[in-house]
């Protein structure tokens, strides 16, 4: 069974900064990608970073030099360090990891349970 869990929210002030984790457990041959949306109440929940295996990293415009994602292979990891943080990036964010549980199975997206930012004075 595979767990995704997330970890590093809370509260900071405008410009203030925060790091995520994500850690994926449990057994699965390999992922492919790692990443994060987030999501406020009564909005859809929204793209904010991925690391694609080969590919690198994308962004949505509004996290753009002040957000970076990255991955730790090796701990089944990501970590999304937010800097220059801004009210309106407050919200709850969660990871995914797209992975195969089986070596040639069509990947799926597998999500954690959420962790809140909130960026207030």
């Known amino acids: 069974q595979v767990q995704v869990s997330e970890s590093g929210g809370g509260s900071v002030q405008p410009g203030g900064s925060l790091r995520l984790s994500c850690s994926v457990s449990g057994s699965f041959s390999s992922i492919s990608a790692m990443g994060w949306y987030r999501q406020v109440p009564g909005k859809q929940r929204e793209f904010v970073a991925s690391a694609i295996s080969g590919r690198g990293a994308n962004y949505d415009d509004s996290v753009k030099g002040r957000f970076t994602v990255s991955r730790d292979d090796a701990k089944n990891a990501a970590y999304l360090q937010m800097n220059s943080l801004k009210p309106e990036d407050t919200a709850a964010y969660y990871c995914?990891?797209?992975?195969?549980?089986?070596?040639?199975?069509?990947?799926?997206?597998?999500w954690g349970q959420g962790t809140q930012v909130t960026v207030s004075s």
């Open positions: 995914y990891a797209d992975l195969q549980i089986m070596a040639g199975w069509v990947p799926q997206d597998y």
